[in-house]
């Protein structure tokens, strides 16, 4: 069982900046590649970013590619979404999730254990 506490949304204007953190329970997080993921009213739940157990191995969504930096640290349990130039869209609640697995995946049915989120609000 694998427990995930994000952490660090909030409301920023447009082009500023966040870091959102997850924190993970238990002693085996680096055989979980984790995922960010966004949900925005009336919208699907879509992927961010994944980075698989070592933190080598990257994905981004094409609409954050460029803005969005995923990373992990082993030792801390946690991973984080540094999150640059933010846009209105970029708002949504965010939520990070562990997929079994040392590979990341991009598929949302895939992901094991999730977060509670963390909102996102961009003004214009």
């Known amino acids: 069982q694998v427990q995930l506490v994000e952490s660090g949304g909030g409301l920023v204007q447009t082009g500023g900046s966040l870091r959102l953190s997850c924190a993970a329970s238990?002693?085996?997080?680096?055989?979980?590649?984790m995922g960010w993921f966004r949900q925005a009213p009336g919208k699907e739940r879509e992927l961010v970013a994944a980075?698989?157990?070592?933190?080598?191995?990257?994905y981004y969504a094409d609409s954050v590619k460029g803005r969005f930096t995923i990373s992990r640290d082993n030792a801390k349990n946690t991973v984080y979404l540094r999150m640059n130039s933010l846009k209105p869209e970029d708002t949504a609640l965010y939520y990070c999730?562990?997929?079994?697995?040392?590979?990341?995946?991009?598929?949302?049915?895939?992901?094991?254990?999730w977060g509670q989120g963390t909102q996102v609000t961009v003004s214009s």
């Open positions: 980075i698989n157990w070592s933190g080598q191995g990257t």
């Open positions: 238990g002693r085996t997080f680096s055989m979980y590649s």
């Open positions: 999730a562990a997929h079994r697995g040392f590979a990341y995946t991009t598929v949302l049915r895939e992901y094991d254990y």
